[in-house]
């Protein structure tokens, strides 16, 4: 520990076991001050400055310090000062005070709570955030809670110093008025609990309720002012309308149809939207096809002499339309229509907050009203603004589905999951594969590990992987497509036949009416946790509003917008993003659940590492595919998850018992204590549970224990 601190400790420490060694409470007693209240009082009339300054300094340090005591000494300062006086001096001694203990609680605690509590400490200063003054000043009004406490627990918050100290003065006037009033007839007052009546408690109470109920006001008038100029329909056709008939749009439909409601869900493309037509379906079926050309390449390995593939590309191509033409009846209009959704064909604008204009494909236009809307429109592409890119021509993710001939040479821009799963299978298909990337790795949101062992396994596959390369130009030379990155100060080629752009996706944030209403977006859609945007009736889920770019996460968003658009006000939920699961689907695969190391300490949160190399474990060699790991991350000392990463064959799927667990709150000893089918790769979670106790195991117990085993061995 810092040594400012520690001597900091000494000193609140000698303070407090000074006031307690040398009984000063007494001092600080009703009856103590009545008995010396008239000499207190002679000094005072005499030395009026000196009394003042004496008694502010005793009631900073008693506040201060958090010592028992203040409501004496705030009674005898309206006896010796009077009510002015004595609410002047008590209203600054007492913030003095009180920010005083909110310092030092700051000083020495934040740090260390921090430390072991920062993931929750972070959902507190997210509310103090938006709350903060709001939520002091309640504290302060109603004086049921003790204020001391108030003191030391706002220390460890992230409330600025100032807010602290005028809101606390704010809200403790009232209180400190009718205690120094009280104190001015000291002489009727027998108890101190007898200050108080029941009535005046009650009105403290109102008026510690009065500033949500101001914030209620606040909010409503906010709202008044957003929807000012429109004129809501006096009835509604619809309640709810649905944009976009991707992962979210279908999710917020079902529901709404589920409970019954009349919903109308509006696509202009195709149902399914991005998942099932142009991401993770084709991508997922085409990997498929990639990684049995990868076995029958790996033959050897499993001791068999030669499998040769011969295949089409064009085949191969044609399978992946066939693989989204059977997901598809999940996402289509019978099944939608037949859940009681009404889906129509289109494309919708929103023209004021409660309709929307539907532009039919067959050129028909329709105007619905509506009570709410959830705008789910997606995300596309990227594409970088890079010299010459347009007149070499790219593929993405949406059009790289059409082709049927395989290119010879490809470039992939960009290392994140889209690009590196796109990288690995297309060389895995025949392809001379270039990845390039700017940052120093691919899949850079993850472990450096995690990078390493991909990176080794997409090289070791044929893939040349060029990281802190930036694309600057495309130009074609002689017929010849290139690309010119640059790396360290110096420009290289990179001659290609097809070129992937695959770095990053944006929400579509034009064409259906938002910028007409002037609803915020940034990136994405500007929703609060209630996914609402700046119309409390119009919501957005999925791509369109982030942070995640997921099917279940556009799912999970869904559900919030399509209850809290169909039940707001009776009922709304704040979107947990809590527990967010994702994998990448390369070989070996990569999952993540909650927390990795870079977060971690970005975070500053403490944290244990515990791992399991899965190149140990019996049914991965009996596969052939012993490679890979388990990592969590654990609350120092227990087996709290703060967040597991697993790299190896079926990561996604293995990673599914530690996301219940982290959802419910199921420590590693419970993953321990549970039966795991012998031989699967599923026991990789139990090893690394194994291994996180051998880790924590009482050593000195075991001494005991192996000195009672010798005993009865005699
Ligand atoms: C190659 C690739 C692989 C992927 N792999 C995975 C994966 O393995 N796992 C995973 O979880 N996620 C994956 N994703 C991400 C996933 O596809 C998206 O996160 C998900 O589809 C988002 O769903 P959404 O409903 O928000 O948007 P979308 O699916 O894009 O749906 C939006 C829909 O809105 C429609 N629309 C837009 N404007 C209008 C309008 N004005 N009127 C009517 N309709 C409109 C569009 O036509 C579109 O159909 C992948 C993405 C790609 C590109």
Sequence with gaps: ???????????????????????????????????????????RAAQPAKAALAYFLIYVA?????????????????????????TVLISFASTAGATLAFLVSRFLLRDWVQLRFGERLRAIDAGVEREGGFYLFTLRLVPVFPFFVINLLMGLTAIRTRTFYWVSQAGMLLGTIVYVNAGTQLAKIESLSGILSPALVASFALLGVFPLVAKKITEHLRKKKVYAGWKKPRR???????????????????????VKAKVTLVEKHKLGGDCLNTGCVPSKALIRSAKLLSHMRRSGEFGIREAKAEFDFADVMERVQRVIRTVEPHDSIERYTGLGVDVVEGTAKIISPWEVEITRNDGTVQRLTTRSIVIAAG???FVPPIPGIEEVGYLTSDSVWELRRLPRRMVVLGGGPIGSELTQTFARLGAQVTQVEMAPRILIREDPEVSDLVTQRFRAEGVEVLVNHRAKQFVVEGGERILIAEYDGRDVRIPFDAVLVAVGRVANLKGYGIEQLGIPAGRTVETNEFLQTSFPNIYAAGDVAGPYQFTHTAGHQAWYAAVNALFDPLKKFRADYSVIPWATFVEPEAARVGLNEIEAKERAIAYEVTRYGIDDLDRAIADGEAHGFVKILTVPGKDRILGVTIVGEHAGDLIAEYVLAMRHGI???????????Y???????????????????PQKLLEWVARFHSWRRG
């Design 679 to 697: 031989p699967t790769l599923a026991e990789a979670n139990k090893y690394a549970a194994g291994a996180w106790k051998k880790a924590h195991a």
């Design 62 to 86: 008693i506040t201060g310090l958090s010592l028992p005591g203040a409501l004496v000494m705030t009674l005898a300062g309206g006896a010796v000062f009077g009510l002015l006086w004595g």
């Design 1 to 43: 520990m810092n040594p400012r601190r520690l001597a900091l400790i000494a000193l609140l420490f000698a303070a407090v076991a000074a006031y307690y060694a040398f009984d000063l409470g007494r001092y600080l007693s009703l009856d103590f001050f009545k008995s010396q209240q008239a000499a207190i009082e002679t000094w």
């Design 236 to 258: 509604f056709e619809r309640n709810l309308i649905v944009i976009g008939g991707g992962s979210a749009g279908l999710v917020a439909a079902y529901i709404a149809a589920a």
């Design 667 to 677: 420590g590693l000893n419970k993953i321990l204590g549970t039966i795991h089918i």
């Design 379 to 381: 995300a596309r592409p």
